[in-house]
């Protein structure tokens, strides 16, 4: 049995997809401060964020597009 999605929950969904878009784009401009102490742990922590963001950005893309044609009505604006 497949759950009733609303056009609420996709908005909610993409909105997610673009909020990890963004902290990916945030985890690229971060340059490493080599001089401060613990920085191999955090350039090591942002690099395991990112890699869970894109795998998540891609189940969520997934979702989407399985979703966007469950639903035989016409959209109005």
Do not use: C, S, W, Y
Not at 14 to 39: F, H, N, S, W, Y
């Amino acid at each position: 049995m497949v759950a009733e999605v609303t056009p609420e929950d996709l908005v909610e969904t993409k909105t997610t997809i673009v909020q990890l878009v963004e902290l990916i784009a945030a985890v690229d401009r971060r340059l490493p401060q080599v001089q401060r102490a613990g920085e191999a742990g955090i350039a090591n922590a942002a690099m395991h964020l990112r890699a869970e963001a894109a795998k998540r950005i891609v189940e969520l893309e997934a979702e989407v597009a399985g979703r966007e044609f469950t639903n035989p009505q016409p959209v109005t604006t």
